[in-house]
T-cell receptor
Framework: AQSVAQPEDQVNVAEGNPLTVKCTYS??????LFWYVQYPNRGLQFLLK??????LVKGSYGFEAEFNKSQTSFHLKKPSALVSDSALYFC?????????????FGKGTRLHILP | DGGITQSPKYLFRKEGQNVTLSCEQN?????MYWYRQDPGQGLRLIYY???????QKGDIAEGYSVSREKKESFPLTVTSAQKNPTAFYLC?????????????FGEGSWLTVV
């Protein structure tokens, strides 16, 4: 069965510093990986996804993520954090061999950018 | 504007009452989904529909019902059988349910039992 883990409930980063939000996954086939961001009282916004190809994926708002097959990870990164990046971040995975095509979400990581 | 519209944003339910949350999309997407979000538990799938007039139970379907009579609409009814319905409900859609397609979300609806 497919699963996804976000090992950190909260990450604190000083403004201007690089940030990383961690995500690991488990699938039977090939993974399709997604990152979303959620601001308070709002729906989830799509940031980026990995389907195939280049392991480094660039997305919205200057975010990027690196697919690492050997470590089964898909960590979200940004070179220089902004206070406005403070939000809840979700990693999600779909398994290429999963017949019901469900997408599984992690529990979320709350990112605090300190001014 | 293209997108997914959920209404109402806030809804209060009395004990024993059924309530319906609306979800409409004008993205021409085939697949639609309902998720429930509770603090610290991430998103849990309630129901999903891959095509009009067809839908499947998700992981927590008990106490909920849906219909998919039109491509653009996927309303969720929270019945009195759902014993703990207070949560944030998110509707989503994608072009199809194929693995690589992105799921897009509405702005969510808060349901509170009073």
């Amino acid at each position: 069965a497919q699963s996804v883990a976000q090992p950190e409930d909260q990450v604190n980063v000083a403004e201007g510093n690089p940030l990383t939000v961690k995500c690991t996954y488990s699938v039977s086939g090939n993974p399709y990986l997604f990152w979303y961001v959620q601001y308070p009282n709002r729906g989830l916004q799509f940031l980026l996804k990995y389907i195939t190809g280049d392991n480094l994926v660039k997305g919205s708002y200057g975010f990027e993520a690196e697919f690492n097959k050997s470590q089964t990870s898909f960590h979200l990164k940004k070179p220089s954090a902004l206070v406005s990046d403070s939000a809840l971040y979700f990693c999600a995975v779909r398994d290429s061999v999963n017949r019901d095509d469900k997408i599984i979400f992690g529990k979320g990581t709350r990112l605090h950018i300190l001014p | 504007d293209g997108g997914i519209t959920q209404s109402p944003k806030y809804l209060f339910r009395k004990e024993g009452q059924n309530v319906t949350l609306s979800c409409e999309q004008n993205l021409n997407h085939d697949a639609m989904y309902w998720y429930r979000q509770d603090p610290g538990q991430g998103l849990r799938l309630i129901y999903y529909s891959q095509i009009v007039n067809d839908f499947q139970k998700g992981d927590i379907a008990e106490g909920y019902s849906v219909s998919r009579e039109k491509k653009e609409s996927f309303p969720l009814t929270v019945t009195s059988a759902q014993k703990n319905p207070t949560a944030f409900y998110l509707c989503a859609s994608s072009i199809s349910s194929s693995s690589g397609n992105t799921i897009y979300f509405g702005e969510g609806s808060w349901l509170t039992v009073v």
